[in-house]
């Protein structure tokens, strides 16, 4: 059975996109069925992976009920990874879902018969906490949550973790969170070395081990189409990413 990981944050910037396809590219090269969705209208994961951010079938007719996902699911450069693309209509979506009464578990019903196909799903969300980020987290197992290690990178976390614990309660009980991720650190810096440690202090056993440096490779993988562990395996980058997906699936099949 797989498991189901959302990346969210409603903050924009923060390193979301980033992580879900290279997460995803990893865990794939290890050898696990691994599906990436892109339920963000911007498609920055579609773009990301090289494909076109307006083809059809996507997420939008998916959710629309149109097609099945299967019929979305897409090849990428890598043999064990597909994506699920996103469409700028998706934007549509954060209007017409609050429409209709119990809409927050329409891609947790698509999502039907994809744990059967695929180890790891990966679902890389908008920077908002509307009715795609809720869908997403009701669809859930795991939730990663990045976090710039920047000034106010604390802000906002609260009430995030306040959605959280409501889905838990209210819409899907097995929800849990898989740590939060710092991302874009400097170790150069002071801030950054405060901003860390002060999240670790707040969140304790929270907080993933692996830290995503501030690296030009990853801000340049995504022009090329490609993960930045296929741009250059060798950078720090790519060191993170790979041992962030060891940390993810040391964490186990499952909910
Ligand atoms: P989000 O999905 O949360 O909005 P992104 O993953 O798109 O955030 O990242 C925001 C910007 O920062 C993008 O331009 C991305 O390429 C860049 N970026 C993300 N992580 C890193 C990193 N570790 N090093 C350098 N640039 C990064
Ligand atoms: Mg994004």
């Known amino acids: 059975m797989g498991t189901v990981y959302a990346i969210a944050n409603q903050k924009g910037g923060v390193g979301k996109t980033t992580t ?3 997460v995803a590219a990893c865990i794939a090269e290890a050898g696990f069925a691994t599906l990436l969705i ?22 939008y007719d ?20 597909k994506l699920v693309p996103a469409h700028p209509d998706l934007a549509g979506a954060n209007v017409e879902l609050p429409r209709e009464a119990g809409s927050e578990t329409r891609l ?8 059967e196909r695929f180890d790891y799903v990966l679902l890389d ?6 009715p795609l980020t809720v869908n997403a987290l009701v669809a859930a197992d795991r939730v990663i949550v990045p976090v710039q290690t920047e000034y106010f990178a604390l802000e906002g976390l609260a009430g995030l973790l306040d959605t959280l614990a409501l889905i838990q309660r209210e819409l899907n009980p097995r929800l849990t969170i898989a740590g939060m991720l710092l991302t874009m650190h400097d170790g150069r810096t002071r801030l950054a070395r405060d901003v860390e ?16 440096p501030r690296n030009v490779r990853v801000g340049e993988a995504p022009s090329y189409g490609l993960p930045v562990t296929h741009h250059d395996p060798h950078c720090s980058g790519s060191d993170a990413y790979f041992e962030l997906a060891k940390e993810v699936v040391r964490a186990g099949a499952g909910p």
């Open 20 to 22: 879900a396809v290279n």
């Open 38 to 59: 892109d339920i963000d209208p911007q498609a920055n994961a579609t773009l990301g992976l090289g494909s076109q951010k307006d083809v059809e079938p996507n997420i």
């Open 62 to 81: 998916v959710l629309a009920g149109d097609v099945p996902i299967e019929d979305a699911e897409r090849d990428t450069s890598i043999e064990l990874l």
């Open 108 to 115: 947790r019903e698509a999502l039907h018969g994809v744990r």
């Open 125 to 130: 969300c908008p920077p908002s906490l509307g």
């Open 197 to 212: 440690r002060e999240v670790r202090e707040h969140f304790p056993d929270l907080v993933f081990d692996t830290v995503i």
